[in-house]
Structure formats: C-alpha cells, structure tokens
C-alpha cells in the first residue's frame, strides 16, 4: 500500500523541507512508498479548491501529515485543526514545530508591541499602518503545534537530521516504534570534563582552544572553557548513528536547537544549574530568558510584566 | 485574607529541625496567622532545588517563602548557607520569569520563634496580597 502524505509549513524559514530533500538515496526508496498529496512547496495544490471554488480550506485526506512551523496566525491555527482531522497520523517536524523555534522568541513581546514596532517605530521605515484587510490576524503568541492539537510524533532540531526523519517516517511505514532520546547533548559529548571552568564567560563567537586535526575527546568542555553551550539542556539526537553532536562536531557550542530534554524540563532553570556548577556566573549571561530558551519558546517565553 | 476576590496561595518549605518546630511552636502556642500559607516540610533548607520554587510560582503559587535555622544553627552545618546561595540563584531566575523579586523569600526561624513565624507569615502573606495574583495564574 502507498501511504499518501499531507504536509503544510507555518511560521517556518523552510529549512526543514530542505531537509527532507537531503535525505539523499534513502528519499528514492522511501518516495515509493508514499504519495504526496499536499506540500505547499512542491506542488500547486490550492487550499480552496484548485479554481477557487471551496468556500473553507481544505487538505485532502491522508495517511500521514507532516506540519512544520509553529502557530503565528488564525490560518495556521486552522490548518492545524484541519490537519489533524484529515490525517491518521500527524508528525511536527522542526523545533518550530515541536516548541516554537525562533519565532517564538516574539513570546517576549505583546502581539501589539511588534506590530507597532515593525510598522510604526522602526527608525528605517516610514511610519504606516499595520495591515489588517484580506490577511489572517496573529494569534496573542507563538504556539507549538502541540499546544493547538494532539501530535503523534515530534522531530525536533533546526532542520532536523534526516537520518530522524527517514527513521521516523520508516517507522510509521512499517509499524515500529519511534522515539526519541530522552538524554542531554553532554551526554554525547565526547569533550573533556573536570566540573571547573579554566575561564570567566567569554564573548559570543569566540574561539575555543583546541588542536586542529586532534580527535574531539583531547578537547576541553566548550562551557569549562567559559563558552556557553546550551548542551545541558537540550536534547541529544542530533549526531545521529554517529552520536557525537552536530556543532561540536564543528568545534561550536549547542545553540539548543533540539529544544528541551523533555516537554516538562525548565531549560533556564537547568542552564542556571549547569552554569553555577562548573562556577560561572549566570548573571554574566546577557538576555537570559531568550538565550536559554532560545529555541523552546513556545509555553515557555512570556512578556515580562510592567511594573 | 481574601480582599477584592483574590485570596493569595503561600507555600513555606519549613526545615524540619528548626522552622517546622516553630511552626509548630506557633500553633501549640495559639498564634494566630493566615490560612493562605501551606507549610511543606523538608529536611533543611539547603535541599529546595530553584526548580521546586519556579515551579511552584508558575504554577499557582503566588508567594513562595522558605525557611530554614539561623547561620551557625543548622542540623547539617551548613545547609542554610546552601539554601542562601541558591536564594541568590531564584532571585536572577523571578527576574527572567517575570516574576517581582517579592514574591519570594527567605527567613531564618528557629525552633523557638513560634511568635516570629506568625509575624513573618502573616507580614509576608500581606505583601503578595498587595502584588496580586501571580502573573502565571490565567
């Protein structure tokens, strides 16, 4: 049987539909087994219908329904509820998706104040008026697609890896199961640790000490070598088969991309905690509250209230 | 205390040996203090975790107070001054959460000061009663 699959993006850059073209050769065997019906960035299917006849959105029924992006307006609040009745099984992919990415960073912010400051205060635009005819309006915030209706199964990561992909979408194929690694990057990280920083903080972007050509595990600990590294917070997974992590790989700190090590976890609360054990200062930490929940926003960032 | 609908909700992490007696103290004692404040009792106040009081303030709690043995006095020898380390950490973490610094706090009562942990609750309980709800509760 070919299994037809339904995918929509919402407040989303489209790096994760990138992703699944870089699934590479494995995409070959895997696209004959499904049927896309619907993805907005392959094909021309309309949502009213392809002469605009429909009255309501509509998705055609599917199998499986992939939805990256999270909730920024009423269409996508929409589409969300209209994916999930159309499709059996409904994946959130990206951390967009899972817990809000990067544009829930907007969290911090009232729904007005960034309008207002997008159309009226930015010094390098001439003042106008926030558009409001023949446009969905913003939802109050940012939600994860699982704030809005029950998810089957989430791929987080910023893309995320496919390798998870084609193993998720292999797994629901053949009716095995999907999960994810409930661990922290540091547990897959194969640098050196001695719980004490040889350094205060250091500047974003700055170079860590390492010995080019030298395997990862003759490296000091990104974080005892005073270079935040949201690994003890975040989810590993993304080193895939491979399992060391992505950006360690590449002598960079986690930015955090696969959100939280579990929906409940507190990552400001843990990168507090991480911080002060190895003797840093998280008050030396700029921007707090959007750093360490930089890509979990979602149920997690608020405005801070007036006073 | 209720006032304009709002009848604020107070957790106190009492250490067992020296605050939780005077809470006890308190009510052996017959002193009168709000109703508002839910006493858990711990071992000292060296083991709340931060995460203990951000969770309880995002998650209806209003006020959050702890409360351990005066310096020098503590069971364990020094988990109070764990617990005044970690105070540190919570005040940085209700200014991220968005959280007025009031709302939490921590005092040291010992297993004498029956008339003290009544003054303190009913003084702190009408502190988070001006506040108002917690910014958390929708």
């Not at chain 1, 070598?225 to 399992?243: H, M, N, W, Y």
Request: glycine content about 10%.
């Amino acid at each position: 049987m070919v299994a037809r699959v339904a995918q929509e993006w919402f407040a989303i850059c489209g790096g994760c539909e990138v992703t699944i073209l870089d699934i590479g050769e494995p995409l070959i065997e895997l696209l004959e087994k499904i049927n896309i019906v619907h993805m907005p960035v392959l094909m021309d299917h309309k949502l009213y219908g392809q002469t605009g006849e429909g009255t309501a959105m509509e998705i055609p029924e599917a199998e499986v329904g992939i939805i990256t992006g999270g909730v920024r307006n009423e269409e996508h609040r929409h589409l969300a509820k209209e994916m999930r009745k159309k499709c059996k099984v409904l994946i959130a992919m990206g951390t967009c998706a899972c817990s809000g990415g990067i544009p829930a960073l907007g969290n911090l912010s009232l729904k007005d104040e960034i309008l207002k400051k997008v159309y009226e205060e930015s010094v390098t635009t001439d003042k106008g008026v926030a558009p409001s005819v023949d446009i969905p309006p913003l939802t109050d915030r940012v939600y994860a697609i699982s704030e809005v209706v029950p998810v089957d199964v989430s791929l987080p990561g910023c893309p995320s890896t496919p390798e998870m992909v084609t193993e998720a979408l292999t797994a629901l194929l053949t009716g095995t199961a999907f999960a994810l690694p409930t661990k922290s990057v540091c547990d897959d990280c194969p640098t050196i640790r001695e719980k004490k920083a040889v350094s205060g903080l250091k500047r974003n972007l700055q170079a860590p000490e390492f010995t080019v050509g030298r395997p990862l595990k003759e490296m000091r600990c990104l974080m005892e070598q005073g270079i935040l590294c949201l690994g003890p917070a975040t989810r590993t997974g993304c080193g895939g088969s491979e399992g060391t992590p992505r950006c360690i790989r590449a002598y960079q700190p986690c930015e955090g991309c696969f959100g939280p090590i579990s929906e409940k976890a507190n990552p400001m609360v843990d990168m507090m905690g991480a911080l002060s054990t190895v003797g840093l200062d998280p008050k030396n930490v700029a921007d707090r509250a959007a750093t360490f929940n930089r890509f979990s926003g979602a149920g997690r960032l608020r405005p801070l209230p007036k006073r | 205390m209720e006032h304009d609908g709002y009848d604020p909700l107070i957790l106190a992490f009492c250490c067992n040996w020296c605050s939780y007696a005077g809470a006890d103290l308190a009510g052996v004692s017959r002193q009168q203090y709000p109703t508002n404040v839910r006493i858990i009792r711990v071992m000292c106040s060296g083991m709340v975790h931060p995460n203990l009081v951000i969770n309880a303030l995002t998650k209806g709690a209003d006020g959050v107070i702890m409360c351990g043995c005066h310096p020098g006095d503590c069971h364990y020898i020094d988990g109070n001054l764990k617990a005044q380390k970690r105070a540190d950490a919570i005040f940085l973490m209700l200014e991220d959460f968005g959280l007025e610094r009031e709302r939490f706090r921590l005092e040291w009562v010992s297993a004498s000061e029956g008339i003290k942990f009544a003054e303190v609750m009913r003084q702190f309980t009408e502190e988070v009663q001006k506040l108002g709800p917690s910014p958390y509760k929708a």
